[in-house]
Antibody, heavy 120, light 111 residues
Framework: QVQLLQSGPGLVKPSQTLSLTCAISGDSVSDNDVSWDWIRQSPSRGLEWLGRTYYRSRWFYDYAESVRNRMTISPDTSRNNLLLELISVTPEDTALYYC??????????WGQGTAVTVSS | IVMTQSPLSLPVTPGEPASISCRSSQSLLHSNGYNFLSWYLQKPGQSPQLLIYLGSNRASGVPDRFSGSGSGTDFTLKISRVVAEDVGVYYCMQVLQIPFTFGPGTKVDIK
C-alpha cells in the first residue's frame, strides 16, 4: 500500500523559500512506471498542478509555467523522498500543497496535504 | 487546456442517478486511442481521490456505480444510484498536455 507523508512549515515569510518533503512508502521514487507530482489548492485558483519528476533511465522534470522560474522538484533517492522548493514566495503562494503519485495517467495516491500560509 | 464543468452545484437524492459534464478546450484523445481525462472526488476534509482514469477506467476500489464516458472534448461522469458517502466536490483533470489542468469542480450534496 503506497502512502505519502508530507512535512514542512505551515508559515513562510514573503520573499523566503518554501520547502516541503514527501516521504514515500510502499513504492520507490525511482519507479519506472510512475511520476511524482506536486499539486496545490486554494480558493482563488482551485486545484493547480505545479510540476512533476519521473525516472526513465534518467530523471525528467516538468513544471507549470506559472512557477517554472521559482520551483525545484527533487527526488531524494537515499531517503525515498520527494522534495519541493519554491523560492521568493508571495501571499499568492498561500495554499494547501499535495504530493501525488501519477500512474496510468491518473493521480492515484495523494498525500494528506500541507497547509502553507505566506505572511509576515 | 481549459477545463469546464457543469453544473457547478448538484443537489442529489439518495438512490437517484447523477451526472456531471466536463469539457476541454482541446481534444484529449491521444494517438494511442485513449482519452487523457481523469475524474476525482474530494470528500469534505480529505485529499482528492482518483475515481476514473483514461476517460472510462475505474480506479482500484471504486464502486461500480461510478462510470466515465466521452471522447475528444466532451466527457461525463455518472453515478447510477447516489449514496450519502458520494457527497463532495468532483473534479475532472486533463493529463494530455503540460501543464495538466483541472476543472473548477462540481459540488454534490444531498437534497
Amino acid at each position: 500500500q503506497v502512502q505519502l507523508l508530507q512535512s514542512g512549515p505551515g508559515l513562510v515569510k514573503p520573499s523566503q523559500t518554501l520547502s516541503l518533503t514527501c516521504a514515500i512508502s510502499g513504492d520507490s521514487v525511482s519507479d519506472n512506471d510512475v511520476s511524482w507530482d506536486w499539486i496545490r489548492q486554494s480558493p482563488s485558483r482551485g486545484l493547480e498542478w505545479l510540476g512533476r519528476t519521473y525516472y526513465r533511465s534518467r530523471w525528467f522534470y516538468d513544471y507549470a509555467e506559472s512557477v517554472r522560474n521559482r520551483m525545484t522538484i527533487s527526488p531524494d533517492t537515499s531517503r525515498n523522498n520527494l522534495l519541493l522548493e519554491l523560492i521568493s514566495v508571495t501571499p499568492e503562494d498561500t495554499a494547501l500543497y499535495y504530493c501525488v503519485r501519477g500512474y496510468s495517467h491518473g493521480m492515484d495516491v495523494w498525500g494528506q496535504g500541507t497547509a502553507v500560509t505566506v505572511s509576515s | 487546456i481549459v477545463m469546464t464543468q457543469s453544473p457547478l452545484s448538484l443537489p442529489v437524492t439518495p438512490g437517484e442517478p447523477a451526472s456531471i459534464s466536463c469539457r476541454s478546450s482541446q481534444s484529449l484523445l491521444h494517438s494511442n486511442g485513449y482519452n487523457f481525462l481523469s475524474w476525482y472526488l474530494q470528500k469534505p476534509g480529505q485529499s482528492p481521490q482518483l475515481l476514473i482514469y483514461l476517460g472510462s477506467n475505474r480506479a482500484s476500489g471504486v464502486p461500480d456505480r461510478f462510470s466515465g464516458s466521452g471522447s475528444g472534448t466532451d466527457f461525463t461522469l455518472k453515478i447510477s444510484r447516489v449514496v450519502a458517502e458520494d457527497v463532495g466536490v468532483y473534479y475532472c483533470m486533463q493529463v494530455l498536455q503540460i501543464p495538466f489542468t483541472f476543472g473548477p469542480g462540481t459540488k454534490v450534496d444531498i437534497k
